[in-house]
């Protein structure tokens, strides 16, 4: 998927999203429907982290008539064409998910106290695991590096420092 437009948050955008997402449904034998766009537009104008109860808010204010299942049905497809991760960041919580497909190779800061995510990215940590893999002669495929604490305003109001 190299040579797509990007939005501001180095995802493709909802429309070529679109044009990606119906080639893969055809190739299953599926129709392109008003309402998968629908979840397409709402979850790549997003630019967030989403579970699905929240896309289904977003997609109901554009249309109320668009069913729970439709929602949960478009974003397993969106995942099954690379086009969306799901992601588990907490014990209590449900599933999020995050626009895919050409973005770069990101990490996550997780706020234990409010839950917000802060993507980062850090080339000496990307070489100290490229390095430690080789080390080990062990090699890599994928990875994920998530940190876990307080968020700088949840820090100040406990009192902890950051």
């Given amino acids: 998927m190299t040579g797509r437009a990007r939005n501001e948050y180095g995802t493709i955008d909802a ?3 679109r044009v990606e997402l119906s080639r893969y449904i055809a190739s299953k034998g599926l129709k ?9 537009d709402a979850f790549f104008s997003a630019g967030s982290h ?3 109860e929240e896309l289904i808010q977003r997609v109901r204010r554009r249309d109320a008539r668009v069913s729970s299942a439709t929602v949960y049905r478009t974003m397993r497809l969106l995942c099954e064409c690379g086009l969306a991760s799901a992601r588990h960041f907490h014990d209590e919580g449900g599933t999020l998910y ?3 497909g050409d973005r770069h ?4 800061l997780i706020c234990t106290r409010c839950h917000a995510i802060v993507e980062f990215d850090d080339e000496s940590i990307e070489e100290a695991q490229r390095a430690i893999a080789l ?3 062990f090699e890599v495929h994928s ?4 940190l876990y604490g307080l968020c700088a305003r949840c820090s100040k109001q406990s009192g902890d420092v950051v």
């Fill in 143 to 146: 990875h994920k590096h998530e």
């Fill in 135 to 137: 080390r080990h002669g």
């Fill in 50 to 52: 989403l579970s699905v």
């Fill in 15 to 17: 429309q070529r999203a």
């Fill in 98 to 100: 995050e626009p895919a």
């Fill in 105 to 108: 190779h990101h990490d996550h």
């Fill in 32 to 40: 392109q429907t008003r309402q998968r766009d629908l979840v397409v």
